[in-house]
């Protein structure tokens, strides 16, 4: 069974999750320290999910949801979505996801965004299955690094 929490204290096993799950996530990004994980905890503009294998009391998933207000009214976002490789398939991703849907409902959001890869194939398919629609738009970075 999979349970998913908003995290409010980092803690010992959710270092060791976040270092199994990023290389899962990214082959460039390093996974955060306990001080880069405590900082996204405790501010007001982000929400950090994760989905617990309550049988095992292990961490299989997690989600980042960012929340801002703008001129136009209440942003969502969510970002960095990653279900561990031998948990995929059990609905980790929708309960996620679901969960960061109902949290930006409830702080006044009247659309969630997101972006994914798409050779992310079975995330797309997921994203389009419970209400997700992909809008013709530009995306684009500015790289600030030196």
């Known amino acids: 069974m999979i349970h998913v929490t908003e995290i409010v204290e980092v803690d010992d096993a959710l270092l060791t999750a976040f270092g199994r799950l990023i290389p899962q996530l990214s082959s460039s990004a390093p996974p955060p320290t306990a001080d ?21 009391g292990t961490i299989v998933g997690a989600l980042t949801l960012a929340l801002f207000r703008i001129p136009t009214g209440m942003r969502a ?12 398939g059990r609905g980790i991703g929708e309960a996620l996801s679901r969960a960061a849907l109902d949290r930006a409902r409830a702080e006044g959001a009247k659309t969630v965004d997101l972006t994914s890869r798409p050779s992310r194939e079975i995330a797309n398919r997921l994203y389009r299955r419970i209400g997700f629609e992909q809008r013709d738009t530009n995306v684009y970075r500015y790289r600030l690094e030196a």
Do not use: K, M, Y
């Open 36 to 56: 880069e994980l405590a900082a996204i905890v405790t501010s007001p503009a982000t929400v950090l999910f994760v989905a617990r294998d309550t049988d095992a």
């Open 77 to 88: 976002w969510i970002e960095d979505v990653v279900v561990d490789a031998n948990a995929r």
